[in-house]
């Protein structure tokens, strides 16, 4: 997976996803805080990605 820069948006969004999902695995991530800025960054990236399917 990271063997190559991504091509496009949609490799960036896929990458950036695995490691926001890493992230969350962590013990930080219990925090409250934390498990808020993954799930807005989660929604953001379904949002460009929904975008970039449209164009």
């Known amino acids: 997976m990271f063997a190559e820069p991504a091509r496009t948006w949609a490799e960036v969004l896929k990458k950036w996803r695995f490691l926001l999902d890493?992230?969350?695995?962590?013990?930080?991530?219990?925090?409250?805080?934390?498990?808020?800025?993954?799930?807005?960054?989660?929604?953001?990236?379904?949002?460009?990605?929904?975008?970039?399917e449209r164009k």
């Open 22 to 52: 890493r992230r969350a695995m962590t013990p930080e991530a219990g925090d409250e805080r934390i498990q808020k800025l993954i799930k807005r960054a989660l929604c953001n990236m379904e949002r460009l990605e929904k975008r970039e």
